[in-house]
């Protein structure tokens, strides 16, 4: 098996937040898998899954991974700047416009709200995606039914304290719901820097995301354009962070293919990756059968336009 290539990227953004981005394999691939991160998470999240399809496939793929806006290694906009939603499609955007042939767009939890918004804001490139895998998504805010209520109360207020005498408040609340969340992830034998993240995320970025997830649903006009990308929704009967019925409710507003996976909780891409990569593999399977189909149209319409020529 080949050596994973490996390029580190930097993508500009719109507003000249730098990306932090790596791709694997090489560009010349007949199909891109692009990756969508959670909450208090970056990356790193997805190196199980990257390498488990390496191995898999020999290299003959690329894959992207990135580090959302104040997360990981990527910039940090001004403390006094918000970050919105339609900032973290437009991030997307960019990525996804250094991917190459079929791209399969895949995300883990809230990263499905991103990938839903892609859609609202950009419909046309959202239309153009070979498929769509979510792990752990749903069409609206994760319910955490793990936590208590008041908890999940607060997670839901803390962006109506930016850029108020409060601002600090919601910072450290940030900051110490990715400490606990870091902590479960030891309890649960996981190693933390790659669940997590390798760095700590930014923690005015981190309410600014939580408030623009937690204001999103999933709107009859946008899951009418889902519609047409053939879509996984995967979940785990333990998740505690998004329960099955939220991503049901998901596959069913998409029309998407829908499994429950036996045992496993919301971290099912990193602690079961040859399992998430079998999935991934199906919807590589579309993307290959269309640029398969390209190629051959393609082909047809030079070969038409040669045989004219001669008449």
């Known amino acids: 098996m080949t050596a994973l290539e490996r390029c580190v990227l930097t993508i500009p953004t719109s507003d000249d937040v730098g990306l932090a981005a790596t791709r694997l394999g090489a560009t010349t691939a007949p199909a891109t898998v692009v990756y969508v991160h959670g909450l208090l998470c970056d990356g790193h999240y997805w190196a199980p899954v990257t390498q488990c399809l390496h191995e898999r496939l020999g290299g003959e793929i690329t894959q992207i991974v990135y580090d959302q806006r104040g997360h990981g290694l990527s910039g940090r906009p001004d403390r006094r700047t918000g970050t919105t939603l339609r900032h973290l499609v437009d991030d997307l955007d960019a990525v ?134 053939p879509t996984f929704v995967i979940a785990g009967e333990r998740d505690r962070i998004v329960p099955p019925a939220q991503s049901v409710r998901l596959a069913d507003k998409i029309w998407a293919d829908y499994e429950l996976v036996p045992g496993a909780g919301h971290s099912l891409p990193h602690t079961q990756p040859d399992r998430a990569a079998d999935t991934i593999l199906q919807a590589l399977e579309i993307a290959y059968r269309s640029e398969i189909d390209r190629l051959v149209t393609s082909t047809e319409d030079t070969t038409d336009g040669g045989f004219e020529d001669l008449l």
Not at 175 to 194: I, T, Y
């Open 96 to 229: 996804l416009a250094h991917a190459t042939g079929q791209v399969v767009l895949v995300t883990h939890s809230a990263g499905s709200l991103l990938a839903a918004a892609y859609a609202q804001f950009h419909p046309t490139h959202a239309a153009a995606l070979s498929a769509l895998v979510l792990f752990g998504g749903a069409g609206e805010f994760p319910e955490f039914p793990s936590l208590p209520k008041h908890y999940r109360e607060l997670i839901k207020k803390l962006p109506q304290l930016r850029h108020t005498r409060l601002d600090i408040v919601a910072a450290a609340t940030a900051s110490l719901a990715e400490r606990r969340f870091r902590e479960v992830s030891r309890r649960l034998g996981s190693k933390a820097h790659l669940v997590c993240g390798a760095h700590r995320g930014d923690a005015r970025v981190m309410t600014d995301v939580m408030g623009a997830y937690s204001a999103f649903a999933l709107s009859p006009e946008v899951a009418a354009t889902l519609r047409g990308v």
